[in-house]
């Protein structure tokens, strides 16, 4: 969207979220604070961003349908990753994201991604849309706070594909002898996979999980993203220039992202922006303000040359 409109086409949940957004914006950071956080702020090597290009063709991947990820033969997205051992695949498209689990062995992890935010595609539009908080499945998430709570329509996207997920996750970790997962996703998948990447540890003790997000919108409250912050996971949410999701749904509601973030700037430059929701201009936050300082698409990306979909 060009700055300063509304009416270019952006979906009008993205509108909403964003007009309140603006009305409720918090206050500017003190001086002493905004130091810090431009004082830590630090740029992501070459080697490192390089090393995020198999994770963002599984995110990438993640779009395409169950029928293709099953038997990887999705085109270019499963050609970058010819290694790739899928074990499973799901989801219509429509009512339940498309989603896959696999081995990679030259990452010697397993595999999950979940299937993003398609413009066209108004039921998961409706998804984004349609929120309030809502405490995590007690069933799905034994043992954790009913403090923490998170956008209802992620919860029950998640909560639709556990089941098999899991199955699938434990299987392939016997098949190849491995105790490392990787979730991914782009979007609405990236939400559903930092929900994946809570939920699976509690179900397979002794798992080693990692997860890499790309244009994460915020999935919960300060509960939540404190409970990951505290977790024994590698959390990494990738966010693309102005990308207008990552600011969605607006603090002011209660939402907050947890740490790991990574803001790909105009020029192409990584920074990896520490603590949650950094309000330095060189991250997401204060780069982008409001949605209508922001560019929705940027949200596909590129991801160091890589563009979202199937």
């Not at 998804?127 to 009913?146: E, H, I, N, Q, R």
């Not at 098999?164 to 997962?181: K, R």
Request: proline content about 7%.
């Amino acid at each position: 969207m060009a700055p300063g409109g509304s009416d270019d086409g952006k979906p009008a949940a993205l509108v909403g979220l964003g007009l309140r957004h603006i009305v409720s914006a918090a206050p500017a950071p003190a001086p002493e604070a905004e130091f810090i956080r431009r004082a830590s702020i630090t740029t992501v090597s070459a080697t490192t961003i390089a090393s995020f290009t198999p994770i963002t063709h599984y995110a990438s991947t993640g779009y395409c349908a169950a029928s293709v990820t099953r038997t990887w033969t999705c085109g270019a997205n499963c050609e970058a990753n010819p290694g790739f051992k899928p074990t499973a695949a799901g989801g219509d498209g429509d009512d339940v994201q498309f989603w896959f689990v696999g081995y990679d062995p030259d990452l010697d992890a397993v595999i999950v991604s979940h299937q993003g935010t398609n413009p066209n595609d108004i039921l998961s539009l409706l998804t984004d849309a349609d929120f309030f908080l809502k405490k995590l499945d007690s069933a799905l998430f034994p043992g954790v706070s009913s403090s923490l709570e998170a956008h209802n329509g992620f919860i029950d996207s998640q909560a639709e594909t556990a089941s098999a997920v899991l199955q699938a996750v434990q299987s392939t970790m016997a098949t190849f002898g491995t105790n490392n997962i990787i979730t991914t996703g782009h979007s609405l998948g990236a939400a559903i996979a930092l929900l994946d990447a809570l939920f699976l540890p509690l179900h397979i003790p002794g798992a080693t999980v990692r997860y890499v997000g790309y244009g994460l919108p915020r999935v919960g409250n300060q509960a939540f993203a404190d409970y990951v912050d505290a977790q024994p996971i590698s959390v990494t949410h990738i966010n693309n220039e102005e990308d207008i999701v990552p600011i969605l749904p607006g603090r002011f509601l209660g939402f907050h992202h947890p740490s790991g973030e990574i803001h790909i700037q105009d020029l192409g430059v990584w920074l990896a922006c520490p603590g949650q929701d950094n309000t330095s201009d060189e991250c997401i936050v204060g780069d982008v303000p409001n949605i209508f300082e922001g560019d929705e698409s940027d949200h596909d990306g590129p991801y160091n040359g890589i563009e979202m979909g199937c």
